[in-house]
């Protein structure tokens, strides 16, 4: 084979990957490879497990074949000072989690709400008109943003008090029954800390209560273990994640046009 066909090759081969910090359990690498090869993709995702954001302009320049980035903890607000522009959606969330490269041009995208959005909707009744947001990192942020889409009123608690959240200490019954829908936005609970869970007060939660963890490994916390125990109807984040990744693809593919080979 002569070194124009490896050269061939090389150029056909869209790079997408996702850049955080630590990467040891992702999802998107096993998901985008089984896409790719579904449908015969000519392209690869690769992790970058920068260290620190200001490495970012630096990995940009190294692999000029990337056609996509996913963006997860921590830089999901850090990176967005580094990008060309910001979509509407992300700049309102102030966090991105997927970017695009286009025309030369580096452009932020936020598609955890979609993600959230659409898993979540199905599930909502009549009494989820009142949110509690556990966390309030950068995924509490799209969270937040797609509840107020919805109509939905939310209250973020954290471990600190500050003047807007509440605290676990002041989640009280009164707070518990009033807020139907509970969200899961810290990684309290996530693989391998298996045992640990929010400490909110479960024996307030009953059958009208809708508990949502962002966490998907693993599939059933303790958090929602201990709703549905309270007859709570429960979901975990895999859904949100699917949606988000596809979400992320067809950003990455928006106006590109298949070319018919023949
Ligand atoms: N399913 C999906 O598609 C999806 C998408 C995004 C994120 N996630 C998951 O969501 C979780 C959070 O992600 P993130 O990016 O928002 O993380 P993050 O920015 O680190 O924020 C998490 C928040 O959780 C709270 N927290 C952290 N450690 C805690 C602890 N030990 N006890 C109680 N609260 C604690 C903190 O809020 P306070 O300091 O105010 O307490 C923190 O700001 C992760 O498990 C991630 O895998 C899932």
Redesign the pocket.
Same mark, same amino acid.
Not at 26 to 31: D, I, L, Q
Not at 48 to 59: M, Q
Not at 124 to 150: C, D, F, M, N, R
């Given at each position: 084979m002569s070194g124009a066909f490896f050269i061939y090759i090389y150029i056909m081969l869209a790079l997408y990957g996702l850049i955080g910090f630590p990467l040891t359990h992702s999802f998107s690498p096993a998901y985008f490879k089984m896409k790719f090869a579904a449908q015969h993709i000519d392209a690869t995702y690769e992790l970058f497990p920068i260290k620190a954001i200001r490495e970012f302009p630096e990995l940009l320049k190294n692999n000029p074949a990337l056609a996509g980035l996913n963006v997860?903890?921590?830089y999901?607000e850090a990176v967005m000072r580094y990008l060309d522009e910001i979509d509407k959606v992300a700049e309102e969330i102030g966090a991105v989690n997927c970017i695009g490269f286009r025309d030369g041009i580096i452009k932020g995208y936020n598609t955890?709400a979609l993600?959230f959005e659409k898993s979540l909707n199905p599930l909502l009744k009549s009494q989820h008109t009142q949110a509690l947001i556990l966390?309030?990192?950068?995924?509490?942020k799209a969270v937040a943003y797609t509840l107020s889409q919805l109509g939905i009123g939310y209250q973020k608690v954290?471990?600190?008090k500050t003047e807007d959240?509440l605290t676990y200490k002041e989640l009280s019954g009164e707070v518990m029954t009033h807020y139907k829908l509970i969200i899961n936005?810290?990684?309290?609970g !996530?693989y391998p800390n298996v045992d640990d869970l929010?400490p909110i007060p479960f024996e307030n939660i009953g059958e009208q209560h809708l508990l949502y963890d962002?966490?998907?490994n693993p599939e059933e916390t303790k958090f929602l273990a201990l709703g549905k125990a309270r007859g709570a109807v429960v979901k975990n984040?895999?859904e !949100?994640?699917q949606l988000?990744a596809e979400a992320s693809w067809e950003i990455w593919n928006q106006g590109t046009e298949t070319i018919d080979p023949d």
């Amino acid at each position: 084979m002569s070194g124009a066909f490896f050269i061939y090759i090389y150029i056909m081969l869209a790079l997408y990957g996702l850049i955080g910090f630590p990467l040891t359990h992702s999802f998107s690498p096993a998901y985008f490879k089984m896409k790719f090869a579904a449908q015969h993709i000519d392209a690869t995702y690769e992790l970058f497990p920068i260290k620190a954001i200001r490495e970012f302009p630096e990995l940009l320049k190294n692999n000029p074949a990337l056609a996509g980035l996913n963006v997860t903890t921590p830089y999901k607000e850090a990176v967005m000072r580094y990008l060309d522009e910001i979509d509407k959606v992300a700049e309102e969330i102030g966090a991105v989690n997927c970017i695009g490269f286009r025309d030369g041009i580096i452009k932020g995208y936020n598609t955890d709400a979609l993600g959230f959005e659409k898993s979540l909707n199905p599930l909502l009744k009549s009494q989820h008109t009142q949110a509690l947001i556990l966390g309030t990192g950068g995924s509490s942020k799209a969270v937040a943003y797609t509840l107020s889409q919805l109509g939905i009123g939310y209250q973020k608690v954290s471990r600190d008090k500050t003047e807007d959240v509440l605290t676990y200490k002041e989640l009280s019954g009164e707070v518990m029954t009033h807020y139907k829908l509970i969200i899961n936005t810290t990684p309290v609970g !996530m693989y391998p800390n298996v045992d640990d869970l929010p400490p909110i007060p479960f024996e307030n939660i009953g059958e009208q209560h809708l508990l949502y963890d962002l966490i998907y490994n693993p599939e059933e916390t303790k958090f929602l273990a201990l709703g549905k125990a309270r007859g709570a109807v429960v979901k975990n984040g895999f859904e !949100m994640l699917q949606l988000q990744a596809e979400a992320s693809w067809e950003i990455w593919n928006q106006g590109t046009e298949t070319i018919d080979p023949d």
